[in-house]
């Protein structure tokens, strides 16, 4: 019963050695982007989150403008 309890993790052993081999192989094949294009990617995604925070900002001002004339204008109307 022994020699079943002593074979079982060096089965598991050898599987698992495999394994990492074919991740590391797998690793070397990803072509991976260079420090130059993170920082452009970086910088795009910056510029496009100001940039459309300022128009959703602007497009606030310019519906809330429009809002208070008609509102102004109810009231002149209506009393």
Known sequence: MTAILTTAPAKEKKKKYPFFREVQQELSKVS???????QLCTKVVVFSTFAF???IYLTDLALRGVLNLIFLIGR????
């Open 76 to 79: 002149g109307i209506g009393g």
């Open 32 to 38: 991976w982007t260079t420090k130059e294009e993170i």
């Open 53 to 55: 925070g300022l128009a």
